[in-house]
């Protein structure tokens, strides 16, 4: 299994729907970061490789797979190397890489604490085929605006349902009583353990596509609207400031 860009379109549409940061928060909820004591990129990828995986360059990460279907992601936090591994890998995935790791290395890579602590924790479970989120909303109405404006299909059923057909999975905006909170259900055509591997997985460079994404919709409504854009500026927390000015 790899990140597939086909993702990303899930990913907004739940991001927009969500809220951002409760997006995030799901998103870093379900990693399992452990620190490493590797002190370069160098000794982490020879050990990685020695030890009889993978350690392929990502952007600013390494990607290293469990096998041929499941992976996780070494990342540079605070100056330390951390395997972001998620509730999704399976223990004895990561129980099986962490001794490799070790006899490769000749010592261990990870503290004992960290190690019992991960291993000692189950794998999440995860439905089949579908899983629901709540939203921010509790307007359908206002939630198809919001939709449409950031370019994400949907189309209203009789029930006042709306659904969203994108790339890899279907959403079904569902308002089980009057003003209450629209839940979102979302259906895979793969399975929603894959799913939601691909989604706690988004690294630095992912959500930046995802970014760029979100800001070719915003300006291409801007146009549309008659704006020009005057201005645009990466901020040091790197979100993008547009400037926009009326056309004429």
């Not at 509790?138 to 209203?156: F, G, H, M």
Request: charged share 25%.
């Amino acid at each position: 299994m790899s990140v597939s860009l086909t993702m990303i379109p899930v990913a907004l549409a739940l991001r927009v729907v969500m809220g951002k940061e409760k997006f995030e928060s799901w998103v870093a909820s379900s990693q399992r970061p452990q620190i490493s004591n590797f002190k370069s990129r160098r000794e982490l990828t020879s050990i990685v490789q020695l030890a009889g995986y993978d350690a392929i360059p990502y952007g600013s990460s390494i990607k290293t797979h469990f096998n041929e279907k499941n992976f996780f992601f070494w990342e540079l936090r605070d100056g330390k190397w951390v395997a972001v591994f998620t509730k999704y890998d399976a223990s004895q995935h990561i129980d099986v890489f962490i001794r490799k790791l070790n006899e490769a290395a000749g010592r261990n890579v990870f503290s004992d604490k960290q190690a019992a602590d991960i291993l000692q924790t189950e794998s999440m479970h995860v439905p089949e085929r579908r899983a629901l989120f709540p939203t921010n909303f509790s307007d359908t109405y206002l939630l198809e605006q919001v939709l449409k404006e950031n370019a994400i299909p949907c189309q209203r059923q009789a029930d006042g349902t709306l659904v969203s057909s994108l790339h890899s999975a279907e959403l079904r905006f569902i308002q089980h009583r009057p003003n209450g909170v629209i839940d979102v259900e979302v259906t895979g055509q793969e399975s929603m353990r894959t799913i939601f591997h691909q989604l706690s997985v988004l690294d630095e460079n992912y959500r930046k596509h995802i970014q760029q994404e979100t800001v070719t919709k915003v300006k291409e409504r801007a146009e549309e609207k008659g704006f020009l854009v005057e201005e645009e500026m990466v901020l040091p927390d790197e979100s993008i400031l547009l400037t926009l000015r009326v056309e004429g």
